[in-house]
């Protein structure tokens, strides 16, 4: 997939360091090198090409859009919020793309049907 370059723009990194690193690290591992020790955030890793509740882009955005579905039991007990009341739809849309694009190479491919 050809890389968009406005995907990376860095105020679309702003966003997400600004809002989202607490939990998911700011290399969205999901976890923070402290010394030789690996800490678990409270977060899902976003760049594991796992994702919980679907892959392909509008369910990202839905799930940041909306926060943890009722259904979910949560990741270690912890759901997540509905970032609609806190970000527009245009930042939300705009930090989902970051989140696609900073995925590895190998895993960028999102089947669109
Ligand atoms: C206070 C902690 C916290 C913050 C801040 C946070 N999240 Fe989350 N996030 C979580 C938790 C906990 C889950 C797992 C939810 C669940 O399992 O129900 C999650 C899950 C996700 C998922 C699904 C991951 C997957 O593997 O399926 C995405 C995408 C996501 N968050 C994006 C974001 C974005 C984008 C932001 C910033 C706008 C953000 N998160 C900020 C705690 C947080």
Redesign the pocket.
């Known amino acids: 997939m050809q890389q968009n370059p406005a995907l990376l723009d860095t105020t679309h990194e702003a ?2 360091l600004t ?6 690290a700011a290399d969205l591992s999901g976890a923070m090198i402290v010394g030789a020790n690996k800490i678990p ?6 760049n ?1 090409k ?6 392909k882009p509008m369910e ?1 955005f839905k ?2 859009n909306e926060g ?2 009722p259904e ?5 007990g ?4 509905a ?1 609609g009341q ?2 527009n739809p245009k930042q ?1 849309a705009e ?2 793309a970051y ?1 696609i694009a900073k995925l590895p190479e190998d895993v960028k491919y999102i089947p669109a049907n």
């Open positions: 966003t997400c809002n989202c690193s607490a939990c998911h955030l409270p977060g899902l890793p976003l594991d796992q994702w919980k509740f679907g892959g990202i799930l940041i943890s579905p979910s039991t949560g990741h270690n912890a759901k997540m919020q970032w806190t970000l939300i930090v989902t989140l």
